[in-house]
C-alpha cells in the first residue's frame, strides 16, 4: 500500500510539471502570437504589399500634320506641369502657401488635390498643367523650400492656324483611363489622347501611333525598386494635308464676324486647297484638362464646334438651276436659244409662284435665264422634266449621298426621291420650288462645291481629298455629254459678266464662271426694308465658282448665312480668293 501511495505522488508530480511545461510553452506562444500580430503586424502587411509590380503607362508621342507644301500645322510642344508626392513634403503648411504665390491658385485648392485619392498616380498628383516659363524658373529657384514638389515635361499638341484650322486638325481630347487594380498588378491612371474632329479624328490610327509602359516593382512607400519590363513607345505617322496653309488662313479670315462656309478645290483631282467654317473655335482649349470658363465661352457662339463645310445643310437655291439646265437639255426638253416666257409668275394648280423679278423677265433663253437667275424659266423647265428626272439628275451629280472625304461628320443630304415622297403629298409647286433649289431639297456646302468642280473639269466627279498621302479618285460622271457641260460653262461665264448676277466677281485679266443664290430662309414680302428685317431671317447668300473658265484650276463655294445677295455679299468674298491666288500662286 505504501509503495503505492509513494507512486501515486510521484505520478502526481509528473502530471504537475508537464503541466506546467505546456503553460509555458502556451504562454510562449501567445505571446509569439501577439508580438507577431499587433507589434510587427505593420511591417510584414508592408512587406507583403511591397512584392507589388505596377505597370506605367508611356504615351506615344502623336505624328505631326503638315500642309500640302510641308508646312507645319499641328507639331508637339513640351508642356510643363507641377507634380506633388505628399509623402515627400516635408512643411505641408509652407508648401501649400508658396506653391498657391507662384501659381496663382487658391490654398484649399491645392489642399484638396493633396488629398483626393483618386486622383493619386504613380509618378505624382498633378496640381497644375501647361505653367508658364516665369513659373517653371520660380519653382525650381526654391527647390529647397518645395521638397516633394516635381516639374514634369509633357508633350502637348500646338495648332499654329489656331481657329483658323480648326475644323480641319480637329482637337486631342485627354480621356482619363486606367485605375484597374488586379491582383498583384496597378495600373495607375494615364492620359490617352483621342482625336476628336477633323484630321486628328479621321487619321487618329495614323497619328497615335503606339504606347509604351514600364513593368517596374516598388517598395511599400511607392519607390521604384526594380524595371522588370520595358516597352518603348513607338511616336505616331506624321499626316500630309493637301490644304495650302496660306490660303486657308486668308480664307478663314473672310468669314471673320460671319456664319458660313468656304471650301477651295482644284477641279482637277478634287484636292481641298482651303476649308473654313465660321463660327470656329480655338483647338487648343481641349489640351489641358477642359476648363468651365473655356467651355462657358465656346457656349456663347452658334455650333461653334459644326463643320459646316460638309456637316451643315442648306437649300442650294439658284445654284441647284445649274442642274435643271443640263438636265433640260439632256432630256431635250428645251434648247439652248428656245425661248420661254417670264411675266413675273407664274400659275400652277391653285397656287402663284413668283420670278424674284416681280415685273418679269420676259421671253428669255436658257443662257439669259441662268444669267439672270430667272425663277419662272425654271418653273417651267421643271415642270417639263417632272420630278422623277430631276431626282433621277441630282442623285447621278452626287447629291443625297456622302462624298466620302476623310474628315469625321459629313452629312448626305436629302433629295426627295420616291420613298421620300411617298410619306407626304407631292404636288406640281413642289416640282416647280425643286427646279429653283428650294422645296425640301439639302445640300452640303461639300456637295456644292463637288458639282461646280465637275462641271468646269468636263464632266468628272472627284472624291474630296484632304490626304494628300492618298490617290485621287474619279467617283462619277454628270449624267449628260460634254457639249452640254460646255452649254452651261459658257452662260455661267456670263453670270460674272458686266450685267450677270455675278458681276461683283469680277477681276481684269481673269475669265471666272460663277453662279449666285440667295436661298429664302422664310417667305417675306419683298418691299420690307433689308435693315429691318431679323438676321435670323435674312437670306442666306451663296456663290460658286470656278476659274480660269478655259482650264479650271480653282473651284470654289462661299456660303454666307443670313447673309442677304449671292451676288452682292458672296460673290466678292469668292473674287479676294481668286485675287489673293493671282497674286500669290502665280500658276495662271
Ligand atoms: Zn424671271
Not at 87 to 113: C, H, P, Q, Y
Not at 389 to 401: L, Q, T, Y
Not at 486 to 491: D, F, L, P
Request: hydrophobic share 40%; net charge positive.
Amino acid at each position: 500500500m505504501l509503495h503505492n501511495k509513494k507512486e501515486t505522488a510521484n505520478i502526481k508530480r509528473r502530471i504537475k510539471n508537464v503541466a506546467w511545461i505546456l503553460l509555458a510553452c502556451f504562454l510562449v506562444i501567445i505571446f509569439r502570437l501577439w508580438y507577431l500580430q499587433l507589434i510587427r503586424g505593420n511591417q510584414f502587411r508592408d512587406r507583403a504589399k511591397s512584392n507589388r509590380i505596377r505597370l506605367i503607362h508611356i504615351n506615344a508621342q502623336r505624328g505631326c500634320i503638315y500642309d500640302r507644301y510641308k508646312n507645319v500645322l499641328v507639331k508637339n510642344v513640351s508642356s510643363f506641369n507641377v507634380l506633388a508626392v505628399p509623402n515627400g513634403i516635408k512643411d505641408i503648411g509652407a508648401t501649400v502657401k508658396l506653391l498657391s504665390e507662384i501659381l496663382g491658385l487658391e490654398r484649399t485648392f491645392i489642399m484638396r488635390k493633396l488629398y483626393d485619392l483618386n486622383s493619386k498616380e504613380y509618378s505624382g498628383i498633378k496640381l497644375a498643367s501647361n505653367i508658364s516659363l516665369e513659373k517653371v524658373i520660380l519653382i525650381e529657384e526654391r527647390g529647397s523650400l518645395l521638397s516633394g514638389i516635381f516639374i514634369q515635361i509633357e508633350p502637348r499638341r500646338k495648332y499654329i492656324l489656331g481657329e483658323s484650322a480648326a475644323h480641319i486638325t480637329g482637337h486631342v481630347r485627354q480621356i482619363r483611363k486606367g485605375k484597374i487594380e488586379k491582383k498583384q498588378y496597378h495600373i495607375f491612371q494615364y492620359n490617352e489622347f483621342k482625336g476628336e474632329g477633323g484630321v486628328e479624328e479621321a487619321a487618329n490610327d495614323f497619328l497615335k501611333g503606339s504606347d509604351g509602359g514600364k513593368q517596374i516593382e516598388v517598395n511599400s512607400k511607392g519607390e521604384h525598386v526594380a524595371l522588370l519590363v520595358e516597352k518603348k513607345p513607338e511616336r505616331g505617322s506624321n499626316v500630309i494635308l493637301t490644304i495650302d496653309k496660306h490660303m486657308q488662313e486668308f480664307v478663314s479670315k473672310l468669314l471673320e464676324d460671319k456664319a458660313g462656309a468656304i471650301i477651295v478645290m482644284n477641279p482637277q483631282n478634287g484636292d481641298i486647297l482651303a476649308m473654313a467654317s465660321s463660327p470656329s473655335y480655338d483647338p487648343d482649349i481641349f489640351n489641358a484638362p477642359v476648363l468651365q470658363t473655356n467651355l462657358n465661352a465656346l457656349g456663347k457662339k452658334a455650333a461653334p464646334l459644326l463643320n459646316r463645310a460638309i456637316s451643315a445643310l442648306y437649300a442650294p437655291g439658284s445654284i441647284f438651276k445649274i442642274l435643271i439646265a443640263a438636265a433640260g437639255l439632256k432630256y431635250h426638253v428645251v434648247t439652248c436659244p428656245q425661248k420661254l416666257e417670264c411675266k413675273g409668275h407664274l400659275k400652277i394648280g391653285e397656287g402663284i409662284f413668283y420670278c424674284w423679278n416681280r415685273s418679269g423677265h420676259g421671253y428669255m433663253n436658257m443662257r439669259n435665264a441662268i444669267k439672270d437667275s430667272c425663277d419662272v424659266y425654271f418653273y417651267r423647265l421643271g415642270l417639263l422634266l417632272g420630278v422623277n428626272r430631276i431626282v433621277d439628275f441630282a442623285d447621278k451629280c452626287g447629291f443625297g449621298k456622302l462624298t466620302g472625304i476623310k474628315l469625321p461628320g459629313e452629312k448626305s443630304g436629302l433629295i426627295p426621291d420616291k420613298n421620300w415622297r411617298k410619306k407626304r403629298a407631292w404636288y406640281s409647286g413642289d416640282t416647280a420650288l425643286l427646279s429653283i433649289g428650294q422645296s425640301y431639297l439639302l445640300v452640303t456646302p461639300l456637295q456644292l462645291v463637288s458639282l461646280i468642280s465637275a462641271v468646269s473639269n468636263g464632266g468628272t466627279i472627284y472624291r474630296p481629298r484632304i490626304l494628300l498621302q492618298t490617290q485621287p479618285e474619279r467617283i462619277g460622271k454628270l449624267p449628260c455629254s460634254k457639249k452640254i457641260i460646255g452649254e452651261i460653262r459658257k452662260a455661267l461665264c456670263e453670270v460674272v459678266s458686266d450685267k450677270g448676277t455675278g458681276k461683283f466677281a469680277q477681276i481684269k485679266g481673269l475669265e471666272i464662271a460663277g453662279k449666285t443664290s440667295t436661298v429664302q430662309v422664310v417667305k417675306m414680302k419683298h418691299t420690307r426694308k433689308y435693315r429691318k428685317i431679323p438676321y435670323k431671317f435674312r437670306d442666306h447668300a451663296m456663290f460658286v465658282a470656278f476659274a480660269p473658265a478655259k482650264n479650271p484650276q480653282l473651284a470654289l463655294v462661299v456660303v454666307v448665312e443670313h447673309g442677304g445677295e449671292g451676288g452682292k455679299v458672296a460673290a466678292p468674298i469668292a473674287k479676294q480668293i481668286f485675287k489673293w491666288y493671282m497674286k500669290n500662286r502665280t500658276i495662271f
